[in-house]
């Protein structure tokens, strides 16, 4: 699918920005140290950009969060949703506790630099701390786009609401998406095994 | 909350049970699925049929409170800034959030609540429960399923019949469980409990790095039971 980035102005364009967050992240410091506190930003950060779609990329590394942009609605979610499964699938095996949220609003940004500011950009920075861990959260601008390009039938959608939300005048109405296979995380995991530690 | 049933101001009257949907700034919120078959509002500035098969309430300006009644088995959605949210009677598929302020939810057919800072407490849910709140507590008396996201703040579940996941960063988790699905608590730093039913034989996978987690019920495979906290205290036992 070719990128529908629209150019407004010379330092305004369209596309989808997404925050990631990890939950617990300064507990899990506190209790393993800064030398696995930098390893699962290590693991963070290499399944991030090996799941970036063409044309997106990471806007500002965030401390445990990453600003990722992505030119269009669809490959911003389906990345956000290839990344929590990849998050999960390296926790099953690393035992690293990647709780990953994240969250995606669709709407204009201003160029600053190699970074992009903007109303849009603070909506998307809210709609993350609605999100809890494996969760991506999107907006309806998100939703919005996807209806204009395709039927939905990879991902399943559940309204949260009209949600208000820290500084943002008016109500955004956010859907919780998951791939329609992975209604609940638990049944993506699979084997056991009786083992204490 | 009293008993008395909302009777005032603004109503519609709906061919079967809506949606209600309500969103406002501050100002505590109660909805109240009762006998009825309107809609009714209480310190709202109106009620509107949407036509959807919704009802959608006008708040006011500023930080009034309102009362909704409504027929039972509605299903709800409500969006705070700042004040609580009661959910009482017997209502269908409730989704809450709220900046700051505490949720409370009766007898539920399943629910997705979510605050920022505030506790949530519901009395029973007979699908999936999910609860999400960055600091406070969650209590749930009985679910059908349940997913829980907690920041600080401790967990209480009294029992859920099927798959049960919990993560919570800080603080005690205690759940019990009927023993026939996946359970999954895990946590950063708090103890963990998980109580099952007498003679379920589960297979367990714990792990804590602070203390040697204690099994107490024999291994089988009624269940499965995935507990794992990087500090704290890990109990299965039979209830």
Redesign the interface.
């Given at each position: 699918m070719r990128p529908t980035v629209t150019a407004i102005g010379p330092d305004v364009v369209t596309g989808a920005v997404a925050f990631t967050d990890i939950?617990?992240f300064t507990?899990?410091t506190?209790?393993?140290g800064d030398v696995e506190a930098l390893r699962l930003l290590a693991v963070q950060d290499r399944l991030v950009r090996a799941r970036l779609p063409r044309g997106a990329r990471v806007v500002k590394d965030l401390g445990d969060g990453l600003f990722l942009w992505f030119p269009d609605a669809r490959s911003g979610l389906l990345a956000a949703l290839d990344l929590q499964d990849s998050f999960q699938a390296e926790e099953a095996t690393s035992?690293l506790?990647l709780?990953v949220r994240i969250g995606l609003h669709w709407g204009e940004q201003t160029r600053r630099g190699h970074d992009l500011i903007g109303h849009d950009v603070n909506v998307a920075a809210r709609v993350v701390?609605?999100a809890?861990?494996?969760e991506v959260v999107v907006t309806e601008a998100v939703v919005s786009q996807l209806a204009l390009t395709e039927n939905g039938t990879e991902m399943a959608m559940?309204?949260?609401?009209?949600?208000?939300?820290?500084g943002l005048p008016d109500?955004i109405r956010?859907f919780?998406v998951t791939r329609p296979r992975s209604r609940?995380?638990?049944?993506e995991?699979t084997g056991?095994?009786?083992?204490?530690? | 909350m009293d008993d008395a049933a909302i009777d005032c101001c603004d109503a519609v009257v709906t061919p079967r049970p809506p949606e209600i949907r309500i969103s406002g700034n501050s100002g505590s919120i109660t909805v109240k699925a009762e006998e009825r078959s309107d809609v009714v509002a209480d310190g709202a500035a109106g009620i509107e049929w949407v036509g959807d098969g919704s009802v959608k309430v006008v708040l006011s300006k500023g930080s009034k409170s309102v009362a909704v009644g409504c027929p039972e088995g509605c299903d709800v959605v409500v969006g705070t800034n700042s004040g609580s949210v009661t959910l009482l009677g017997n209502l269908g598929a409730v989704r809450a959030t709220t900046l700051s302020g505490a949720i409370k939810a009766e007898h539920v057919t399943s629910a997705d609540l979510r605050a920022m800072s505030g506790s949530i407490a519901l009395g029973s849910c007979e699908g999936l429960c999910r609860a999400k709140t960055k600091s406070g507590s969650v209590r749930v008396g009985s679910a059908g399923a349940a997913e829980v996201m907690i920041g600080s703040g401790s967990v209480e579940i009294d029992y859920v019949d099927g798959a049960l996941l919990v993560r919570a960063v800080s603080g005690s988790v205690r759940v019990g469980g009927g023993g026939r699905e996946r359970m999954e608590v895990e946590t950063m730093s708090g103890s963990i409990t998980v109580s099952l039913p007498p003679g379920c034989h589960p297979d367990v996978r714990a792990r804590s790095m602070s203390s040697r987690p204690r099994v107490e019920p024999p291994a089988g495979e009624d269940c499965e039971v995935v507990v794992r906290t990087l500090s704290g205290r890990i109990v299965v036992r039979s209830a």
């Amino acid at each position: 699918m070719r990128p529908t980035v629209t150019a407004i102005g010379p330092d305004v364009v369209t596309g989808a920005v997404a925050f990631t967050d990890i939950c617990g992240f300064t507990e899990f410091t506190a209790v393993r140290g800064d030398v696995e506190a930098l390893r699962l930003l290590a693991v963070q950060d290499r399944l991030v950009r090996a799941r970036l779609p063409r044309g997106a990329r990471v806007v500002k590394d965030l401390g445990d969060g990453l600003f990722l942009w992505f030119p269009d609605a669809r490959s911003g979610l389906l990345a956000a949703l290839d990344l929590q499964d990849s998050f999960q699938a390296e926790e099953a095996t690393s035992q690293l506790p990647l709780w990953v949220r994240i969250g995606l609003h669709w709407g204009e940004q201003t160029r600053r630099g190699h970074d992009l500011i903007g109303h849009d950009v603070n909506v998307a920075a809210r709609v993350v701390d609605v999100a809890g861990p494996t969760e991506v959260v999107v907006t309806e601008a998100v939703v919005s786009q996807l209806a204009l390009t395709e039927n939905g039938t990879e991902m399943a959608m559940e309204e949260l609401g009209p949600v208000i939300m820290k500084g943002l005048p008016d109500a955004i109405r956010l859907f919780r998406v998951t791939r329609p296979r992975s209604r609940h995380p638990a049944d993506e995991r699979t084997g056991s095994s009786r083992d204490t530690e | 909350m009293d008993d008395a049933a909302i009777d005032c101001c603004d109503a519609v009257v709906t061919p079967r049970p809506p949606e209600i949907r309500i969103s406002g700034n501050s100002g505590s919120i109660t909805v109240k699925a009762e006998e009825r078959s309107d809609v009714v509002a209480d310190g709202a500035a109106g009620i509107e049929w949407v036509g959807d098969g919704s009802v959608k309430v006008v708040l006011s300006k500023g930080s009034k409170s309102v009362a909704v009644g409504c027929p039972e088995g509605c299903d709800v959605v409500v969006g705070t800034n700042s004040g609580s949210v009661t959910l009482l009677g017997n209502l269908g598929a409730v989704r809450a959030t709220t900046l700051s302020g505490a949720i409370k939810a009766e007898h539920v057919t399943s629910a997705d609540l979510r605050a920022m800072s505030g506790s949530i407490a519901l009395g029973s849910c007979e699908g999936l429960c999910r609860a999400k709140t960055k600091s406070g507590s969650v209590r749930v008396g009985s679910a059908g399923a349940a997913e829980v996201m907690i920041g600080s703040g401790s967990v209480e579940i009294d029992y859920v019949d099927g798959a049960l996941l919990v993560r919570a960063v800080s603080g005690s988790v205690r759940v019990g469980g009927g023993g026939r699905e996946r359970m999954e608590v895990e946590t950063m730093s708090g103890s963990i409990t998980v109580s099952l039913p007498p003679g379920c034989h589960p297979d367990v996978r714990a792990r804590s790095m602070s203390s040697r987690p204690r099994v107490e019920p024999p291994a089988g495979e009624d269940c499965e039971v995935v507990v794992r906290t990087l500090s704290g205290r890990i109990v299965v036992r039979s209830a």
